[in-house]
């Protein structure tokens, strides 16, 4: 991958042009960890990058990135730039620098704005190798100020702490402290993607009470609160887990703290059922027909995390196994027989008799056969 990237840069030089890697890629070469994606700046203009890269591009609308490729991998080409900021806290007005340099000071951390040259000699203009070494995450430039520009950065600083296992320097975090508040600019959209991404990185746990204090989840009351718990009774969970932590604390999905598509909704009802099940220590045999054994998962995971959880998931599969129908489609007759066995119209009797039928099969040992079920139903006899 690096590779790829050297001839960049090096395709850049023997135009005149000027080519860095920076951020992520160098900040995990410094720490001896493989990076993800290289990212290059360039005072190359995006229409001279195509120029110069003929097919091995696409252009991406976002900040005039042009992506190139080459021998398979992708690498993030983007024209110097230095953003002005409205009082909106989150519409950036993006000119064209003319300088790495300022290229460099509008970048987040000190850590993620190292540079990295064709002959992969460092270049550091905001002391960014020190604090990797020393494995700090500091603000570039004020931190006050850049918070205040762009909120979301705040939420970084506790993602990259969590992913590095490095510490938010003392300045960058009283600085986050003082502009809490501003977190009422980011959209949820912004939130819920840097949480999801921070939930599951290495130091998470390690960052989780740091947050907390910190105040930027005032905001999201539900969210904080379902945080506090976890952090009091720790177990690693993705931004589903934590959403459904949220909700059964709730007692309502929170949709009003961050979005979730129509499916996901759909699951944590799913959880949220099993859930009220499983605390009420009522669970049987009919809940589990039509089983989401995921959502049962995560339902459980939710109840340990409130230490109220009395079930193991094996426990409760062996039951499971043990269900002679497993869904109301194994049932051996269906509405229609029913209809025609009792000459109904369609009428809700039809699906009680259904359920009985289902009880039947579940609770009091009718086989699973057309005979058996009718002549139950209309004798209320087993066999
Ligand atoms: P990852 O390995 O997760 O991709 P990264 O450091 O590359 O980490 P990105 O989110 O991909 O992080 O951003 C690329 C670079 O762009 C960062 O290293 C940083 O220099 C800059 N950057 C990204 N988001 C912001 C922001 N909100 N404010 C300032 N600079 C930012
Ligand atoms: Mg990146």
Redesign the pocket.
Known sequence: MLEGALKILNQFSVNGYEGYI????V??HLLNKK???I?ITTNCLPETVRDLFDDNFYQSAKFKTVTVRIDGFQYEVTTYRT?MHYSDHRHPKTKVAKSLKSDVK????TC??ICMDKNMTIIDYVGGVQDVKNNIIRCVGNPYR?FNE?A??ML?AFR?AS?LNFVIEKKTYNAIKRNAHSMQYVSKERIRDELS?MLLEPYFKDNLKLMIESGILRGMPDTLKALEILNANYMDINIIDLFALASFIKKEPISSEFIMSRKELKFIDEVLRYAKKLIKKNIESRDLLELNEEALGVALKVLTILGQCYYKKEDIMLLYNTLPIKSEKELAINGLDIKKAFSLDDSPIIKEYVDKAIDAVLFYGVKNTKTALIKYLKEGKNE
Do not use: I, Q, S
């Not at 920076?22 to 890629?25: C, P, R, S």
């Open positions: 920076v951020g992520g890629y900040r995990d990076g993800k994606d990212d953003d509008r970048r987040d951390f993620n704005a850049r762009d979301l950065r970084r990259f992913r991404k």
